[in-house]
């Protein structure tokens, strides 16, 4: 309306682009400048600085500033006015526009025109508002001028695209946009929308970027939809403006809808975004997000940034680590630092969004949890999990649950978490605390992988961040080893010794942290003080930590004070201390990667130090057999567990053997001299002696000098001269001279082999007849002389277990059938023996602490606890603290005993309590390594008897029998479990003593259990082998007998032991298989090779067969094993051991439907039982299968109703000891079980039915339930009767509960008729007190109501307790006859019934209730 004529759309384009080609293409015309003195006034007679000059404003020449006389507003409004009403108005305008045109043309008069005018001094007091807009911001804020004016200013752009700045550094492009913002009101707002949009497409990206920021602040809101759907059309055609479009748009007012189409289009462009710009393109996807597409905009979010950008790129990694190794010293480049901002900024944008933003922190935990490949999860995805933990503490617990699950899935595994810490440190650091409370959540868990996650949480922090947040690792694992929590304890040290090999210079900064456990040594384990003074030592002695002395010095005072101490338990910590900072100090050293040659051997003086801080511990244990025990037993443990230096090496080698044959070994022609209380002889020899040149261990002689210098009598002739030696040191002291020998010989024992079969001086052990006269001492001595010839035949069997040669398999074959027979004469003499205190067989149990003293000592509290096991094995009654842990943690882990006299006790009642004696004893019997199982190889050998001149005399087979097999398959079982079992972390209270729960697995917990499962894999063709014959036994046992098993020709011992056999190693099989590691992925190999070994029975496969292959026929294997399990034990433990092959499976629906299957045939089948026993099935057993049946059966309820339906009825009517004929497990001892076991599963069910509708006809269903509920009620009701009147307490207790839970069953149905609309049914009644009989309890008045009470009576008669009847009246339209439904109605202090009578029911079926709400 101002201008006569308006360009197009079209025509503005081409003109603004052809000046711009024009500009481009020719250099600016030159200004012609006025002449006029600098600083002047204007002096012009044009309309245009006529007008202004009346109006209030002077125009300067020059770089002065335009001055402004009047107010703004002032000014502009006599300039409209003078417009307005003069004569030639509206051609005035263009005149006044044409002026401006021409006055403009000069540089500096444009720039004065768009910078602020100058007010004069008088008029800027009497103002408000110190600041001045330009001349050309005041002309744009006149209605009538706007347009012509911003016409004007948008041809005079051009001019200065590519001569942005001017000699003042002014950048008039940017100057000529600034007058566009902030304009009080827009004339013609979609003309200058189009102008602008017009402007974008041709002007410089500089330019490009300041016009579309300032877009909010020049367009009204009117205008926003028409410039967001502008912009994204220029988002797609040009992409270098993503980041100013996006960073618009978000402050525009736009559709939502337009909002989501633009965030789509720029999630597909995000593969070609820069990274410097993702951070504002994150902020404008996670701002644009609603409640309703959270998810599916994170989980793609998720997928494209992650595989675009969160991995930096290689050569900023590169320089990341180059970083790390120099102390992150800023000196990698501009770009790099500008990489790592660029990514700290993107996720600082990301922490504000999920801050304030519920929906997002929550739609991106959602998204991680979906995920279920271990390939999609990405280092991106911990980051947030870590960023969201740290920041919303409403989701701590939620995340908590998404990472375990995630761990134990094996989703997230360590090289992940390796990557995570390793690319976004500097992210991950100013998490630290929220990282740490996250580890020590993890490991506060039972589950084994928890554990280790968070291990390594604490060690990749330690690792990658600074020095403030190692000192806080460092702080959070000492707090953890003084938790009390030993797998807490196990893993924080775990995590020290590491983080000692992987930066000794950072932990010895952190020494002073660690030192301060030496004062709590008390409150650890043995094992656990190794570790620590492993730590320790490896800071103290390492050549890398010059400063170092000061922790030698403070471990040389702990063990010195320790090793003087008198008490046993402060001797220990000294023996182990002493022994692991020696073989610290003696450490191999030649292997290691050494500049020096100094490093790559020890020194003399070196040498020295070691030698002697040995020879301490030996001299200030040597007067305590334990202790002296202890110290060959944690010397041996070095020498196996590390690579000694030579030197030292040889030295423990030249004094260990001298020492032992003069301690414990005599010629076998120097017959022992003494009044000893038994005749003496050279028992249990392998080789015939013809010559005097024989050796024996001197056993007896030493036993008895001991026991009788601690009765205080007089020495032999015999002892006198020579220090006195305890036998409790005999197998202690032969495992360190074997393992020595073997270290310095690489396994070769020839040196020793003579004490394989050299014979022992004892005497008869077999007590035949005279047991019963012996005299209680002398019981104890021989309780004490069989303890130590077991424990001596133990450590010859872990010597020599490995021995190639037919001959020395044979030697160790007949040494582990001594074993077994002397454990049998042993059960003899403590059946008879209560006082006996067996001399200890493990040394390094903090149970078994002892004030030593001269001779074999053995503390008051073990020989208080010595007898309590004695009142415990006469009478039944009491155990031992130990014991009762014991027989706990097999009730807890195993329903099935662990040991031989258990399995033996369903047959005899004394062999089941000697049996429970020897299992007691279980911590005084030395250790067998794992390697003795090696054994189990062995079939049938061969042994040559050789005469003097080494010429065959005779030869003779032996084999692996089924008493030695099961004594090894128990030992292997126990541990398995130890080692593999996942146990209940008991929270001990730090400064309070504590038992361990390691007792005789000391030599097997300096293992991993990787290394345990390893090693048993490798027994599983024997173990095979060992269970198909045992299968082939009993199937031909049932064979001979016609499918009797226990028929009366049957050997019971040979069967049960064959049966014990049968059960351990499915036992073994599923400790095995079960074992949580083997889910993880460096343990992927061990399984499949177990499985290939377990298919391969079954069939020759072929190689590289894919693991669900495996899975299945391993199944098929062990399944087979069904038909001749011997056992009900046997049967849970294939069960489950077939469950566990079918959890690793991801197709198992047949499988399972298998498994339902073989559990219903194991619960039909008629199990042995022994003699003299009635229940010969445990109910927590048959718990377990019956649990196991209907878990795994397709119809729970149609399993349940056969149970209930026919194998019941089948009970009730058969005779008072007999079965179901149908399910002979259900008798009258596990009927209890059963039912148990079937209505938890009936309530699992019936909880999961949906929801029936009115389409559905249910209707006889319901009445049906109805009516037996009913009765079912009635007999509740009667029983509440019958135990007043009987005053039967044990069911007494329960009528207040179940009274309380007939009167919500009231109430449950007053809601359903109410939901309805049956309220109005309802009539009132009185009802009897019975008894059993269905007999009037006449001693309770009933009142009766009648049908037409109101509701009101109902509530006051029920507050006053007396009985009523309510019934459904007939439906109005039609109705059937119904059902009674009695139930209980009664308050605390009353007892008066109540039944509803349902006389009519209206034909329909009510959709809303379930049967959940009639019970």
Known sequence: MISKRRLSKSEDKERLAEDASKTRNQPLPKKTKKSHVLNDVEENDSIFVNLLKTSGIILKTGESQNQLAVDQIAFQKKLFQTLRRHPSYPKIIEEFVSGLESYIEDEDSFRNCLLSCERLQDEEASMGASYSKSLIKLLLGIDILQPAIIKTLFEKLPEYFFDNKNSDEINIPRLIVSQLKWLDRVVDGKDLTTKIMQLITVAPEYLQHDIITSLPEILGDFQHADVGKELSDLLIENTSLTVPILDVLSSLRLDPNFLVKVRQLVM??????????????????????????????????????????????????????????????????????????????????IKSAIRYEKTISEAWIKAIENTASVSEHKVFDLVMLFIIYSTNIQTKKYIERVLRNKIRSGCIQEQLLQSTFSVHYLVLKDMCSSILSLAQSLLHSLDQSMISFGSLLYKYAFKFFDTYCQQEVVGALVTHICSGNEAEVDTALDVLLELVVLNPSAMMMNAVFIKGILDYLDNISPQQIRKLFCVLSTLAFSKQNEASSHIQDDMHLVIRKQLSSTIFKYKLIGIIGAVTMAGIMAADRSGSSSSTQERASLSDEQCTQVTSLLQLVRSCSEQSPQASALYYDEFANLIQREKLDPKALEWAGHTICNDFQDAFVVDICVVPEGDFPFPVKALYGLEEYNTQDGIAINLLPLLFSQEFAKDGGPVTSQESGQKLVSPLCLAPYFRLLRLCVE?????????????????????????????????????????????LTLNWFREIVNAFCQETSPEMKGKVLTRLKHIVELQIILEKYLAVTPDCVPPLGNFDVEALDTTPHTGTAVSAKIRKKGKIERKQKAGGSKTSSSDTFSEEKNAECDPTPLHRGQLNKEFTGKEEKTSLLLHNYHAFFRELDIEVFSILHCGLVTKFILDTEMHTEATEVVQLGPPELLFLLEDLSQKLESMLTPFIARRIPFLKNKGSRNIGFSHLRLRSAQEIVRCVFQLLTPMCNHLENIHNYFQCLAAENHGVVDGPGVKFPEYHIMSSCYQRLLQIFHGLFAWSGLSQPENQNLLYSALCVLSSR????????????????????????????????????????LMVILEKSTASTQNKEKIASLARQFLCRVWPSGEKEKNHISNDQL?????????????????????????????????KDASSSTFPTLTRHTFVVFFRVMMAELEKTVKKIEPGTAADSQQEDVLSLLETFQLDTRLLHHLCGHSKIHQDTRLTQHVPLLKKTLELLVCRVKAMLTLNNCREAFWLGNLKNRDLQGEEIISQNSQESTADESEDEVSSQVSKGKATEVSLQKAPESGTDGCILLIVLSWWSRTLPTYVYIKYFYPIFIPSIKASVLI
Not at 757 to 764: A, G
Not at 1107 to 1132: G, K, R, V
Not at 1196 to 1207: C, F, H, Q, R, W
């Open 743 to 787: 270290r310095q010989h690489n396994g070769n024992l020839e040196e020793i082999d003579g004490l394989l079969d050299c014979p022992i001086f004892l005497t008869d052990l077999e007590p035949g007849e005279r047991l019963e006269s012996m005299s209680s001492k002398e019981r104890s001595f021989m309780c004490s002389l069989i303890f």
């Open 268 to 349: 597909d462009k995000l593969s070609s975004i820069r990274l410097e710009d993702l951070p504002v393109i994150i902020k404008f996807i996670l701002h644009s997000i609603t409640a309703m597409d959270a998810l599916e905009v994170i989980s793609e979010l998720r997928e494209k940034l992650d595989l675009q950008h969160c991995v930096l790129p290689s050569r900023l990694q590169a320089s990341q680590v180059k970083l790390k190794s120099k102390g992150r010293a800023s000196s990698s480049g501009n770009q790099e630092s500008s990489g790592q901002s660029c990514i700290i900024l993107l996720f600082d944008v």
């Open 1098 to 1137: 079954l069939k020759q496969g072929e190689h590289n067969q894919p693991l669900e292959e495996l899975l299945s026929q391993s199944f098929h294997y062990l399944q087979n094993f069904h038909q001749s399990i011997p056992s009900f034990q046997c049967a849970l433990y294939l069960i489950r051991l």
């Open 1183 to 1215: 718990h377990a299968l019956l649990c196991i049946y209907l878990e795994h059966t397709d119809s729970v309820l149609k399993a349940i109703e056969e149970i209930a339906g026919v194998g019941v009825p089948e009970l009730i009517n058969s005779p």
